[in-house]
């Protein structure tokens, strides 16, 4: 089992949609948790942290279910730019991130 | 504007000869991280520092190399590419917090190495 998994997609939707991916991790001890969103043949950029209390930053919002093992990313009323690769991370402890391989996300007109 | 810079942007290299990618960043973090990333896969550490402090992941070959001349550059030395070295480089950096838990990790634009 990987340590960070999520779907790969792609996930296909409309302008205006609502999108959510789900990211499952698989230490238990793990600290902090992440989204990057990665354009095509471009670096990592953050996105946003997630805190265990949830935290929303506009149309985006992130939660964390400790006991499920799962960090969660809402995107609401999409946008055509929103389309990307989702990537979320996982900190382990002491410096090292995992990365999962992303959930592509397609928002079409 | 503070950020993290990789030369070159784009690095092609013959079957077994060396290459050096570089990072350099001005946002004065103690933490620099290498990944190798292939098409649609996660970014895959490759090592580490903390300051001078050199952390190799169990699985980087040892066809890998990294120097951190000072806080601010850090070089990437591949000694004898193979065609399943072709990928993008990313380096990263973040600040380690007191407690040993780091914050966000800030990525450069990556090198992309093609092996002919």
């Known amino acids: 089992r990987k340590e960070v998994e999520q779907d790969p997609g792609p996930f296909n939707v409309p302008e205006g949609a609502t999108v959510a991916f789900n990211c499952t991790y698989s230490?238990?001890?793990?600290?902090?948790f992440f989204w990057y969103r990665q354009d095509c043949r471009k670096e990592p950029k953050l996105l946003m942290s997630v805190y265990s209390s949830g935290n929303e930053d506009g149309r985006f919002t992130a939660q964390l279910n400790r006991a499920s093992q799962y960090i969660s990313l809402l995107i609401r009323d999409s946008k055509l730019s929103d389309s990307a690769t989702y990537l979320c991370a996982v900190n382990t402890g002491g410096f090292k991130t995992i990365f999962g391989a992303g959930t592509r996300l397609f928002v079409k007109a | 504007d503070a950020m993290v810079i990789q030369n070159p942007r784009y690095q092609v290299t013959q079957f077994g000869k060396p290459v050096t990618l570089s990072c350099s960043q001005t946002l004065n973090h103690n933490v620099m991280y290498w990944y190798q990333q292939k098409s649609s896969q996660a970014p895959k550490l490759l090592f580490h520092?903390?300051?001078?402090?050199?952390?190799n992941e169990a699985d980087t070959p040892d066809n890998f190399q990294s120097r951190r001349p000072n806080t601010s550059f850090c070089f990437l030395d591949i000694r004898s590419p193979g065609l399943g070295d072709a990928a993008m480089y990313l380096c990263?950096?973040?600040?380690?917090?007191?407690?040993?838990?780091?914050?966000?990790?800030?990525f450069g634009p990556g090198t992309r190495l093609t092996v002919l």
């Open positions: 520092y903390y300051d001078k402090d050199f952390n």
């Open positions: 230490n238990s001890a793990s600290q902090s």
């Open positions: 990263a950096t973040s600040r380690a917090k007191n407690s040993g838990r780091v914050n966000e990790q800030f």
